[in-house]
């Protein structure tokens, strides 16, 4: 029970890795608000958790709906000690080579309105409520913010603008509110949504077998469930453990950069 008494909110917490991140905080005694544009993964995660959550169903482009959801949260729960900004959207088939000027342009806008906009108006919302409680941020960024991958230019740009987004604000907001970030590889298979970003997309990778892929690339030789990136985001929010660290990205993506080669 590290978050016990602890109120988060989290952004895409309906699906995916948001959703493993809500059952991990409501397994650690704190209770959370789910902040995502579908109302059906909302309703399922409100039967699941019960008087643990309230869902808030709008749109993280929206300065109004991000407003609104810290609103209800502290509005539910009295507080907010933890803003984790992690709605996302992934989309591969938007290559340079292979899309047109005006739909790559299209694809660039929808890609950063949501990936980073989103995490700044949300942020922004929340920092009246985190300098109350002295509390942190935490956004979700990628292995593609460190290495070129699967995701294409305008996903890699969004993931290496959220790792300065994370170090200005940082510095920014420092002392009163930590901000820092987790930088998770290729989350494997189905999640417990029975779905991601790479499946959602309709893209051409939808229907490769992730796990397959990532036993392939990783040194560590499998892929990892969104359960097993969780806890990193319980780490950062437990004020026992997490005492020293803002402005910090942890690589957890299975060593994807550490492949190198063997001395002979
Ligand atoms: P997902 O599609 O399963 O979940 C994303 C959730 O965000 C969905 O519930 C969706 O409804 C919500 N959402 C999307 N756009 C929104 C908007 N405009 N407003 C409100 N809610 C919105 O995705 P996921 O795989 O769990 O990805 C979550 C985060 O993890 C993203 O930031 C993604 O870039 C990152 N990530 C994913 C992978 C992966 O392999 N899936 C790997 C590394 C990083």
């Known amino acids: 029970m590290q978050l016990k ?4 909110l989290v952004t895409g917490g309906g699906s995916g890795l948001g959703q493993a991140i809500v059952e991990r905080f409501v397994e650690e005694g704190a209770r ?49 000690d933890t803003f984790i900004g992690n709605a996302g959207i992934w989309d591969y088939s938007k290559t340079m080579v292979s899309t047109e000027d005006d739909e790559l ?27 109350k409680t002295k509390g942190q941020m935490i956004f979700t960024a990628s292995n593609a913010a460190f290495y070129p991958g699967g995701g294409g230019v305008l996903y890699t740009a969004t993931k290496h603008a959220v790792v ?39 893209n051409n990778y939808s229907d490769f077998p992730l796990d397959d892929l990532m036993k392939q690339i990783l040194p560590l030789e499998r892929a990892f469930h969104a ?12 004020r026992r453990d997490n005492t020293p660290g803002t402005g910090a990205v942890l690589n957890f993506d299975g060593g994807i950069g550490m492949r190198g080669f063997a001395s002979p």
């Open 32 to 80: 959370v608000a789910i902040f995502d544009r579908s109302q059906e993964r909302i309703d399922d995660a409100v039967k699941a958790f019960g008087d643990k959550v309230v869902g808030i169903a709008g749109d993280v482009r929206k300065v109004d709906d991000n407003n609104r959801a810290v609103a209800e949260c502290v509005s539910a729960f009295g507080k907010l």
């Open 164 to 202: 300065g987004m994370i170090k200005q604000m940082a510095h920014e907001f420092a002392p009163h509110v930590r901000v820092n970030g987790v930088a998770p590889g290729g989350i494997g298979g189905s999640n417990i949504a029975g779905t991601n970003a790479l499946s959602q997309q309709g």
């Open 105 to 131: 342009s299209s694809a660039f806008d929808e890609m950063f309105a949501i990936n980073v906009k989103g995490y700044v108006l949300g942020a922004k919302a929340a920092l009246p409520e985190l300098y």
């Open 5 to 8: 008494d602890q109120v988060a």
């Open 227 to 238: 359960r097993e990136y969780a806890g990193a985001y319980a780490f950062f929010a437990n």
